[in-house]
C-alpha cells in the first residue's frame, strides 16, 4: 500500500479517501487523516535510517579488508536487508564471520531495532520531541516492551548458552553476541553464531523471541509487542483480581484484549499444525521442525541448518507459513470467512470454573 501510494502521488494522482483507508490501515492507524504526511514520514525515515546504515557498514567492510567497490554494494544490500528485518546476507555464513567485530553487528542490530519499531511509533516520538509533548500510551508501550524484551532475551541466553555457545569468547563477546542473538530473533533472521550451536534451551528462549516479534506498522512479523504487552497486562490484572486491563491509568478496551488472544490463539496453533505436517514428510527432530516453523511463521529466515534438505513438500509448507505469518493471520481468515452482520443476539450467561 506504501508502494501504491508513493506511485500515485509520483504521477501526480490523487489520491482517493479508499486508498488512504487501506495505507493507513495497513499501517495500523484507523481514520483517514494524515495519510499523505504519514507517507512521507514513511519515506523520509526508511531512507534516511538506511542511508546512515549504508556509510557506517561500509566502513566496517573496509576494515573487513572488502575491496571500496564491494564494501559499498555490501552495505547498501545489508542496509536495506537489515531495515527491512529480511535477514539476507551476501556471504556464504551470514554475518557470522563477524562475532568478534564492532562496527558491523552494531549498525545491523539498530537498523533491525529501528525497522521493527513501527513506522507510526516514529512518527508519533518525532512530533513529541518537536512539540515537547508527551508520546501516546501505544508508544510507551511499544518502546517499553522492546527494551524489555531485548534487556531479558540478552540475559537468558547468557544464562543458556554462557558454556554452551557462547563459551570459548571473552566475556565481552559473550555479552555481545547475546545481545545480537536477542534483537535478531525478533524477525531479523541474521545470525553471528550458528542457531543450531545453541542449547535447547537456548534454542527455546529464540523460539519465544521470535513468537512475539516486531511491532505493528513495522517491517517485522510475529504476533507483535503490543499484543504481547496487552495480554501481559490482562494476566497481570486476573491474578489481582481486577475487572479492568490497565495500563498506565488507562483502561485496555474488551475488544482489544479478545482481539490479542484471538490473534495469540490462532498463531500459536497455526505454526503448531504446520509443525506437525512437517514431521509427516520429513524425518528430523521435533525441536528443530518447531524452530523452523516458528521461524517461517514469523518471517524471521533463521534456521538451524535443516532448511536447505527439506522435501518439497516441507518447503511448501514453509512458503504458506510465511505468506500467513507477513500477510497477517487474523487478516487472511477474515478474507475468507464471511461475517454475519445481522442482527445481535445476546445470551445468558454461564459459570464455567476456569483452571
Known amino acids: 500500500m506504501t508502494g501504491m501510494m508513493l506511485l500515485g502521488l509520483a504521477i501526480g494522482k490523487r489520491i482517493g479517501i479508499k486508498s488512504r483507508i487501506f495505507f493507513l490501515g495497513g499501517l495500523g492507524v484507523e481514520g483517514v487523516h494524515g495519510a499523505i504526511k504519514l507517507l512521507i514520514t514513511v519515506i523520509k525515515y526508511t531512507v534516511s535510517l538506511e542511508s546512515v546504515g549504508v556509510l557506517f557498514l561500509y566502513i566496517g567492510f573496509i576494515l573487513n579488508g572488502e575491496s571500496m567497490q564491494t564494501a559499498l554494494y555490501y552495505a547498501v544490500f545489508h542496509s536495506v536487508s537489515a531495515f527491512c528485518?529480511?535477514?539476507?546476507?551476501?556471504?556464504q555464513n551470514g554475518l557470522e564471520g563477524f562475532y568478534l567485530s564492532f562496527i558491523v553487528p552494531l549498525v545491523i542490530m539498530m537498523l533491525i531495532v529501528s525497522g521493527g519499531?513501527?513506522?507510526?511509533?516514529?512518527?508519533?516520538?518525532?512530533?513529541?520531541?518537536?512539540?515537547?509533548?508527551?508520546?501516546?500510551?501505544?508508544?510507551?508501550?511499544?518502546?517499553?516492551?522492546?527494551?524489555?524484551?531485548?534487556?531479558?532475551?540478552?540475559?537468558?541466553?547468557?544464562?543458556s548458552d554462557w558454556n554452551g555457545a557462547l563459551s570459548g569468547l571473552p566475556v565481552w563477546a559473550k555479552i555481545w553476541n547475546a545481545l545480537f542473538q536477542s534483537i535478531t530473533a525478533r524477525t531479523a533472521g541474521f545470525d553471528l553464531i550458528h542457531q543450531a550451536k545453541f542449547s535447547s534451551l537456548g534454542q527455546m528462549l529464540t523460539i519465544f523471541l521470535m513468537i512475539i516479534g516486531a511491532s505493528p506498522a513495522s517491517t517485522g512479523g510475529g504476533i507483535k509487542t503490543t499484543t504481547f504487552g496487552v495480554l501481559a497486562a490482562a494476566v497481570w490484572g486476573e491474578i489481582h483480581g481486577k475487572d479492568e486491563t490497565v495500563i498506565w491509568n488507562r483502561k485496555i478496551s474488551d475488544s482489544t484484549v479478545k482481539r490479542a488472544l484471538a490473534l495469540a490463539f490462532v498463531y500459536i496453533l497455526t505454526f503448531l499444525i504446520g509443525a506437525v505436517m512437517l514431521t509427516v514428510f520429513e524425518n528430523k527432530p521435533f525441536g528443530m521442525i518447531i524452530f523452523e516453523a516458528v521461524s517461517a511463521m514469523g518471517t524471521v529466515g533463521l534456521s538451524?541448518?535443516?532448511?536447505?534438505?527439506?522435501?518439497?513438500?516441507?518447503?511448501?509448507?514453509?512458503?504458506?507459513?510465511?505468506?500467513w505469518g507477513r500477510v497477517g493471520i487474523l487478516s487472511f481468515f477474515a478474507a475468507l470467512i464471511s461475517i454475519d452482520k445481522g442482527a445481535e443476539v445476546h445470551y445468558s450467561e454461564v459459570h464455567i470454573p476456569i483452571g
Open 304 to 323: 538451524t541448518g535443516i532448511t536447505p534438505g527439506l522435501s518439497s513438500a516441507g518447503k511448501v509448507i514453509l512458503i504458506l507459513l510465511m505468506f
Open 117 to 159: 519499531i513501527g513506522f507510526p511509533v516514529f512518527s508519533d516520538c518525532w512530533e513529541a520531541f518537536k512539540n515537547n509533548k508527551k508520546i501516546s500510551h501505544y508508544s510507551r508501550l511499544v518502546i517499553c516492551v522492546t527494551l524489555w524484551l531485548i534487556a531479558a532475551g540478552t540475559g537468558l541466553i547468557l544464562i
Open 85 to 91: 528485518n529480511a535477514g539476507f546476507s551476501l556471504y
